[in-house]
Nanobody, 114 residues
Framework: VQLVEVGGGLVQPGESLRLSCVSS????????MAWYRQAPGKEREWVAR???????EYADSVTGRFTISRDDAKNTVYLRMNSLKPEDTAVYFC?????????WGQGTQVTVSS
C-alpha cells in the first residue's frame, strides 16, 4: 500500500506549510491516520493523529500550532503547520493504522531556517 506525502519545503521561522497525504489504494477514513517526523540523528516521533473528524490528538511540542484534518471526498489527510520553528525541521511521514495493518509514506522534508 502506498501513501504519498507532498507539501514539504524550505520556509523561514514563523511561516506556514501544509502537508498532504494521499492514497489511491486504501480509504484513509477507515484508518487512524497520523503524522510522524524524524529529525537528523533523532528517533522518529509522533506529531498528530486523527481518529475521527472531531477527535484529534497532538504532541505537546506542536499543540496550538499544527492542525491535522481529513477530506474524505479527496481521500486526503492534511497537516497544517503554523508558526514553524527551526526545531520543526525533519522528514515528515504519514502513517495509517487499522488493527494489525500499518502503512507508511516515504516522507517529505520540511526545513525551517532563516
Amino acid at each position: 500500500v502506498q501513501l504519498v506525502e507532498v507539501g514539504g519545503g524550505l520556509v523561514q521561522p514563523g511561516e506556514s506549510l501544509r502537508l498532504s497525504c494521499v492514497s489511491s489504494e486504501i480509504t484513509l477514513s477507515n484508518y487512524i491516520m497520523a503524522w510522524y517526523r524524524q529529525a537528523p540523528g533523532k528517533e522518529r516521533e509522533w506529531v498528530a493523529r486523527i481518529i475521527t473528524t472531531t477527535r484529534t490528538e497532538y504532541a505537546d511540542s506542536v499543540t496550538g500550532r499544527f492542525t491535522i484534518s481529513r477530506d474524505d471526498a479527496k481521500n486526503t489527510v492534511y497537516l497544517r503547520m503554523n508558526s514553524l520553528k527551526p526545531e520543526d525541521t525533519a522528514v515528515y511521514f504519514c502513517h495509517a493504522r487499522l488493527f494489525n495493518k500499518n502503512y507508511w509514506g516515504q516522507g517529505t522534508q520540511v526545513t525551517v531556517s532563516s
